[in-house]
């Protein structure tokens, strides 16, 4: 037994990267390399790491095919902490495949977990929690089962799902203190603030106030009808109606709604809906048009009326109706609220969490570093975006809510 490489295994488990680099620093064998790999990750350098964790894998060879399947899983940690979603998945598949065949539960297991946070990052909700299901967390070493839990908070954070989320971050804050990493309760602690911070605003009556994601939940299970700008869809407690892919019905929608109880004025409206500066009689005869698309749409959720200044949205069965909106509202929201996790983005990776062409996406950051909203460093490839959290938000309504969502 190497107890070099023993002693730099257990100073990594236990979140020691310094310490276990002062053991194996000078050494280039395979196994010394592996575990420069995984320091190198934990100290911040991702593309060192990448490339000692590769060189590990082609030096254990053939027939070390559980060590080959480990570097595989270690590279495939370090895409997702560098957000290289677009790192071959089925390469994952197959390391974890191996490592079951030779009985190594835990590392497959981790294998699962890692599969699921990828997913989770795409959106991929239903197939990450698929993921989490062939995952049985009794065998699970401290660290590995925080790690769980954090997934399944954040699948119920996207899903609103606010008290699974707070018993699962619990669970995850009592594995990271047993394991003893102080990055991994860091972790735990920045995914609770999503909870405690603003996720939304809320509208009624000629008023607003910021609300929480509780908040969010308890509006969206109550008799209220609500014109969700966060999803683009009008919805009560029993039914939703998207306009998603009908701009204009859900700008009218968003008008009526901000206006109840009382009307909207017609020029409000048209302004609103077509961006029309002044209104005239052909805007006037597209708004009653509009209108009638919307009386359609909305037809099991409420009636709009005409009156002598406008329209009214009457609900049908809700009591009140009031507008849901992002805590910030900007052209590209959506793509500054996956840059504000902290981490470092490629467009590419940008491009497949959104839905959105690689292209549009570069177009979107291009001018958000213009107006100073995000930076980016390194060139070709290996060139990644950054930008500050939102101060004082929670970004979990601004993420788009299927991977067809489109930049705006």
Known sequence: ????????????????????????????????????????????????????????????????????????????????????????????????????????????????????????????????????GELCPAPLPPASRAVRELVVAGIAIRRLQTKTARAALARARRAARHAGIPALAAEVESASLVLNTPAARLIAHGEQRLILLEEVEALLASKALVVDACRHVVRDAGTVVTLASRPVLFALARALGEAWPADAPRDALVARAFRAKRADESHRARLRVEIGRLRRALRTLAGVSATKRGFALVPRGAVEVVVLARPIEEKHAALLAFLADGEAWSSSALALALGASQRTVQRALDALAAAGKAQSFGRGRARRWTTPPVPGFATTLLLPPTLSHRLG
Not at 14 to 21: F, I, K, S
Not at 27 to 53: E, F, T
């Open 1 to 132: 037994m190497d107890l070099l490489i023993t002693a730099a295994a257990r100073a990594l488990a236990a979140g020691d990267p310094l310490g276990a680099l002062n053991r194996i620093a000078l050494r280039d064998d395979a196994p010394a390399l592996a575990l420069r790999g995984i320091a190198m990750a934990q100290l911040g350098d991702l593309v060192r790491a990448k490339a000692l964790v590769r060189r590990a894998a082609r030096a254990f060879g053939a027939k070390e095919a559980v060590a080959r399947a480990k570097c595989v899983l270690a590279e495939a940690e370090i895409a997702l902490a560098s957000r290289d979603l677009a790192w071959p998945a089925k390469a994952l598949d197959a390391a974890r495949a191996t490592l079951e065949e030779h009985g190594d539960r835990v590392n497959a297991a981790h294998a699962r977990s890692l599969k699921a946070r990828r997913l989770l990052l795409i959106g991929r909700l239903d197939e990450a929690e698929r993921a989490l």
